[in-house]
């Protein structure tokens, strides 16, 4: 009969025999274009890149996108040359449950260089990303720009970087350097909110060793240049850095289980075994009550989140200011602290630009913040006044004002200058503003404002050592007591510090429903 559909008799040979071509194809491009090149991508301590998207992902979750496609350039060789996947492995799987977007270069096919059908795929993914409204990772390791491509291959990097800014601040992105990474595609992983790095093999710069040897006679290696010690502790581009890819990649799962998927939803809650009301004892032999004392503000934060535990970013660069997840109550919150273990905690350009962008990053994805606050002031010197400080420690002070998440600061103890007001003072906006009975806010510390203030006085004593200590007694009874600033309402409470956990704890609970809208504008214009 015409129009009828063929019997199974008829069909059956033949779809079960393009069935088998298919598996066998897709058998073929799982396996990757040569068995040696996968030696040689062992050789030097790396993993495939499908080992590394089963590591990154639920086993079994992930579903791939265009295996099968192929680059349609010639010239130079290419048109006999035309493996599937075109050197880039894309799709999305889950961690933890919840749906993840990927990509990762293949460096066995062209480098993981970069041409046309390539970073079409690249698109493609982060398109669905940000439709689906889930994180984005990729997995990096590629040559930069498939040069035999030309103009076609560095517009594929104008498009991923033109989506990855259209994506900030919608979609987490997490950028996982497990390989060279030069040039233009750099700025990729530059645009996102967090860089991996893993040491010995990922390295990341603009022009490399032998460019800067050329230009400027400088020598260095690849590792000095631009490896993942450098980047994680002198350039702060890297937010972490880890020995191997197998570390690497468990610690991008454990961030991906602390961020919402988008800007739209709240970060999954998980209940610790630490009761809410658990008190600190130990938090009054952790921070010493002279404020020129140190102590590693590390600890006071182990004290304080549930079962201790709390994911440091940028460990290793500005470390006189820490930013950190965490959880308190089983939700997650973002903390900022200054480190007076490191420089006595003092405020510097590093650390301002280190702290805005954590801030930043967290009011992006309605992650509370916590202000955890010893803080001498603004370092001084000449260095920093001609490297901006003003407008760069600027930044920091733009961040907080801008947040609309709910925010909480705690003063631990010195608080003195403008640096009491960048982090996060009542004055710009915390919603929240304790302190602990050790706390002095001022303009500086007595000693400093008493030889401002009773200069002349001193100056003319017949004992002018004992005329400054009677002035620096003075300063301190009149102006920095521990409650000054609460009887002026720029603090809301004097809290035992063994009860910050369960006050803390309370004061985000109350301000969850916070609702703070900001002026109806395109953007602001932050100080850069």
Same mark, same amino acid.
Request: proline share 5%.
């Given at each position: ?33 040569d ?36 680059h ?48 079409t ?15 984005l ?76 040897k ?39 799962? =454990?961030?991906?289980?602390?961020? #919402?998927?988008?800007?739209?939803? !709240?970060?999954? %809650?998980?209940? &610790?075994n630490d009761? @809410? ?42 470390t ?11 939700q ?28 930043q ?38 961040? =907080?004002?801008?947040?609309?998440? #709910?925010?909480?600061?705690?003063? !631990?103890?010195? %608080?003195?200058? &403008?640096?009491?007001? @960048? ?25 400093g ?6 200069r ?29 600033a ?6 809301d ?36």
């Amino acid at each position: 009969m015409p129009g009828a559909a063929p019997s199974s008799e008829s069909s059956g040979p033949e779809i079960l025999h393009r069935l088998a071509e298919l598996t066998a194809l897709k058998e073929q491009i799982r396996g990757g274009p040569d068995p040696k090149a996968t030696e040689r991508q062992h050789a030097k301590g790396k993993l495939t890149a499908r080992e590394r998207v089963e590591l990154l992902l639920d086993k079994g979750s992930f579903t791939e996108v265009e295996a099968l496609r192929r680059h349609r350039a010639t010239g130079f060789g290419l048109e006999t040359k035309r493996p599937h996947t075109d050197g880039v492995i894309t799709g999305w799987g889950t961690v933890e449950g919840r749906t993840v977007f990927v990509y990762a270069h293949d460096f066995r096919i062209f480098g993981g260089a970069l041409g046309e059908a390539h970073a079409t795929k690249i698109h493609k993914i982060m398109d669905m990303a940000i439709a689906a409204g889930a994180p984005l990772v990729s997995l990096n390791d590629g040559a930069g720009a498939r040069i035999q491509e030309g103009v076609s291959a560095l517009a594929g990097y104008g498009g991923i970087f033109q989506r990855n800014t259209k994506a900030s601040g919608v979609i987490p992105q997490l950028s996982v350097m497990l390989g060279p990474c030069a040039g233009g595609a750099a700025y990729s992983p530059a645009l996102t909110d967090f860089v991996f790095m893993v040491r010995d093999t990922s390295q990341m710069f603009i022009t490399g060793p032998d460019v800067v040897k050329a230009v400027t006679g400088e020598e260095i290696t690849q590792n000095g240049l631009g490896g993942a010690d450098t980047h994680g502790g002198l350039s702060g581009v890297a937010h972490f850095v880890h020995d191997d890819e197998e570390t690497c990649l468990a610690e991008v799962r =454990y961030l991906l289980s602390l961020l #919402p998927s988008n800007n739209r939803e !709240l970060p999954p %809650a998980v209940r &610790g075994n630490d009761a @809410v009301d658990l008190r600190g004892d130990a938090l009054l032999d952790l921070v010493p009550a002279d404020g020129n004392r140190s102590y590693d503000m590390r600890s006071v934060i182990t004290e304080l989140v549930d079962d201790g535990d709390f994911m440091e970013v940028h460990a290793a660069w500005a470390t006189n200011l820490v930013c950190a997840l965490a959880r308190l109550d089983g939700q997650v919150v973002g903390i900022v602290a200054n480190q007076p273990a490191s420089m006595a905690g003092v405020l510097d350009i590093r650390a301002s630009e280190k702290g805005a962008r954590f801030v930043q990053f967290c009011d992006s994805f309605n992650i509370p913040l916590v202000t955890l606050v010893d803080v001498p002031g603004f370092l001084p010197g000449v260095d920093q006044e001609h490297e901006g400080i003003i407008r760069r420690g600027a930044k920091l002070l733009y961040a =907080y004002c801008n947040a609309t998440v #709910p925010r909480v600061s705690v003063v !631990l103890r010195k %608080a003195y200058g &403008g640096a009491y007001i @960048v982090m996060d003072s009542r004055s710009i906006g915390a919603d929240v503003a304790l302190a602990w009975p050790t706390n002095e806010i001022a303009v500086m510390g007595a000693e400093g404002a008493a030889g401002v203030v009773f200069r002349r006085e001193i100056a003319a004593s017949e004992d002018p050592e004992a005329m400054r200590a009677q002035k620096i007694e003075e300063y301190q009874t009149e102006l920095v007591h521990p409650y000054y600033a609460a009887e002026r309402g720029l603090v809301d409470d004097v809290i035992d510090p063994r009860d910050t956990r369960a006050v803390l704890i309370r004061s985000l609970a109350m301000l969850c429903a916070k609702d703070a809208g900001l002026p109806h504008r395109k953007h602001g214009n932050p100080p850069q």
